[in-house]
């Protein structure tokens, strides 16, 4: 059996190698704190690979999990922890991540995480005992209110899903301090690094693509909007869409043809890349998923072949949306390198058509444009205690219920 340190300075190393980890400092916390003592039901294999482990549940769904350690790198690499800085952690789940912060802002500095969970916080306590860690209060709550009692807090990080962006963490941040949250953005998950300026709004310092479990509580935000086929594929869309998923589900029995893109597509693009930007410039965007026995049905094998996960994007023309085009993969197309396969569109619906040439036109334009990804973002939000801002030309406006996402490109939208 492989000894917790070799697999946990192979773990390390593999986080350099693909740039999860960049910092000494986030290098040496992944080296020193032993995951394997924040995992006790799970062998060191396991405690040491780069995978989420789930470790509650609740109906047969994960409701906390030991985040996957490429992901948590990422993050902490977003957050530009330094040594005395006082952290909040909403989402305090095994302890481990707040112990990694431990290890970066170190004795003059302080990690306070909370998790609506009292079992978790309970089991957390356990686990920082065990590996011997100072520095972290843990406490019971609900994060969507931040922790009023240990504001200010230089930096908040949220290792749970948000639908929103609150006012209470932005009120709880020193100024000029960094908030990093994992942000539902039209359909796809963001992790983005906002700084809090001068003037209460908040800009991104970085945008990456990610995949957490949703906060519970009063922060739940708005139930998903979707519908089923008779098949069981599931029409997602999101909650400022106009498109009624029912229509489209309707509309999926009715398929057409068939057109090639020339376009490349890979599994990672239906969320990050193709995904995102198509769903910020055209809000008839909806996802179409399948999973469980629906996922192996034929429509769904046949459909939904771009991902592992068996998903697609798609659009609608016109409403309620019984004009429809699914992107998929080309059947004549030969396979691309790495996970890339050309993709096309397939046509559904009685009109047959102008939902299709779109989406091909799309695509084509995302491709020429250098395949935008999550990276290539810039958000503000705005609350509603801040001024309230000019809309610069070629942002994407999204409302929610406490601020105002105002979305753009980095790099150039004309293609060249
Ligand atoms: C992905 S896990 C966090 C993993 C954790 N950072 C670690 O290192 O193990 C998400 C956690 O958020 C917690 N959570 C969900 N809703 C919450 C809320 N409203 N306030 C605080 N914690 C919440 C869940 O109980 C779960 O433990």
Same mark, same amino acid.
């Given at each position: 059996?492989?000894?917790?340190?070799?697999?946990?300075?192979?773990?390390? /190393?593999?986080? +350099?190698?693909?740039?999860?980890?960049?910092?000494?400092?986030?290098?040496?916390?992944?080296?020193?704190?032993?995951?394997?003592?924040?995992?006790?039901?799970?062998?060191?294999?396991?405690?040491?690979?780069?995978?989420?482990?789930?470790?509650?549940?609740?109906?047969?769904?994960?409701?906390?999990?030991?985040?996957?350690?490429?992901?948590?790198?990422?993050?902490?690499?977003?957050?530009?922890?330094?040594?005395?800085?006082?952290?909040?952690?909403?989402?305090?789940?095994?302890?481990?991540?707040?112990?990694?912060?431990?290890?970066?802002?170190?004795?003059?500095?302080?990690?306070?995480?909370?998790?609506?969970?009292?079992?978790?916080?309970?089991? #957390?306590?356990?686990?920082?005992? #065990?590996?011997?860690?100072?520095?972290?209060?843990?406490?019971?709550?609900?994060?969507?209110?931040?922790?009023?009692?240990?504001?200010?807090?230089?930096?908040?990080?949220?290792? $749970?899903?948000?639908?929103?962006?609150?006012?209470? !963490?932005?009120?709880?941040?020193?100024?000029?301090?960094?908030? $990093?949250?994992?942000?539902?953005?039209?359909?796809?998950?963001?992790?983005?690094?906002?700084?809090?300026?001068?003037?209460?709004?908040?800009?991104?310092?970085? $945008? +990456?693509?990610?995949?957490?479990?949703?906060?519970?509580?009063?922060?739940? @935000?708005?139930?998903?909007?979707?519908?089923?086929? @008779?098949?069981?594929?599931?029409?997602?869309?999101?909650?400022?869409?106009?498109?009624?998923?029912?229509?489209?589900?309707?509309?999926?029995?009715?398929?057409?043809?068939?057109?090639?893109?020339?376009?490349?597509?890979?599994?990672?693009?239906?969320?990050?890349?193709?995904?995102?930007?198509? #769903?910020?410039?055209?809000?008839?965007?909806?996802?179409?998923?399948?999973?469980? /026995?629906?996922? /192996?049905?034929?429509?769904?094998?046949?459909?939904?072949?771009?991902?592992?996960?068996?998903?697609?994007?798609?659009?609608?023309?016109?409403?309620?949306?019984?004009?429809?085009?699914?992107?998929?993969?080309?059947?004549?197309?030969?396979?691309?390198?790495?996970?890339?396969?050309?993709?096309? $569109?397939?046509?559904?619906?009685?009109?047959?058509?102008?939902?299709?040439?779109?989406?091909? +036109?799309?695509?084509?334009? !995302?491709?020429?444009?250098?395949?935008?990804?999550?990276?290539?973002?810039?958000?503000? =939000?705005?609350?509603?205690?801040?001024?309230?801002?000019?809309?610069? =030309?070629? +942002?994407?406006?999204?409302?929610? /219920?406490?601020?105002?996402?105002?979305?753009? !490109?980095?790099?150039?939208?004309?293609?060249?």
């Amino acid at each position: 059996m492989v000894s917790p340190e070799r697999a946990r300075s192979r773990l390390v /190393e593999e986080l +350099r190698r693909g740039s999860r980890v960049r910092s000494p400092a986030v290098a040496d916390a992944f080296a020193t704190v032993p995951r394997h003592l924040f995992l006790p039901g799970s062998t060191i294999e396991t405690a040491y690979s780069d995978e989420a482990i789930a470790t509650k549940f609740a109906g047969g769904v994960a409701i906390s999990s030991a985040s996957q350690p490429s992901m948590m790198a990422i993050m902490l690499e977003q957050l530009g922890l330094c040594p005395g800085q006082r952290v909040l952690e909403i989402g305090a789940g095994t302890g481990y991540n707040a112990a990694l912060m431990a290890r970066i802002v170190g004795p003059s500095g302080s990690v306070t995480a909370i998790d609506i969970d009292p079992e978790l916080i309970a089991q #957390a306590e356990d686990n920082l005992r #065990a590996a011997a860690v100072k520095g972290v209060e843990l406490v019971v709550g609900d994060g969507a209110l931040g922790h009023p009692d240990g504001a200010p807090f230089d930096r908040i990080i949220l290792t $749970v899903g948000s639908w929103d962006v609150r006012p209470e !963490w932005v009120e709880q941040l020193v100024p000029g301090g960094r908030l $990093v949250l994992p942000l539902a953005v039209r359909g796809s998950q963001l992790s983005v690094a906002f700084d809090l300026g001068g003037d209460g709004a908040l800009r991104s310092d970085s $945008v +990456r693509s990610c995949a957490f479990i949703r906060l519970r509580g009063i922060g739940a @935000g708005p139930a998903t909007r979707a519908a089923s086929t @008779g098949d069981g594929l599931l029409i997602q869309v999101a909650e400022d869409s106009t498109v009624d998923p029912a229509a489209v589900a309707a509309a999926l029995q009715e398929p057409g043809p068939v057109r090639a893109t020339g376009v490349p597509i890979g599994p990672a693009d239906l969320w990050d890349g193709l995904g995102l930007w198509l #769903a910020l410039a055209d809000r008839s965007t909806l996802r179409v998923l399948a999973s469980g /026995e629906a996922a /192996e049905s034929p429509l769904a094998r046949r459909l939904l072949r771009i991902g592992p996960d068996r998903g697609t994007v798609a659009l609608v023309d016109g409403e309620p949306g019984e004009d429809c085009a699914l992107l998929v993969l080309d059947p004549r197309g030969r396979p691309g390198t790495g996970r890339l396969h050309p993709a096309a $569109v397939q046509v559904f619906g009685p009109a047959g058509g102008p939902a299709a040439a779109r989406l091909g +036109r799309m695509v084509r334009r !995302w491709h020429a444009l250098g395949r935008l990804n999550a990276a290539d973002l810039v958000i503000a =939000a705005v609350l509603p205690s801040g001024e309230p801002p000019a809309v610069p =030309a070629g +942002r994407t406006v999204i409302d929610k /219920e406490f601020s105002r996402l105002l979305l753009g !490109w980095a790099r150039p939208t004309q293609p060249t």
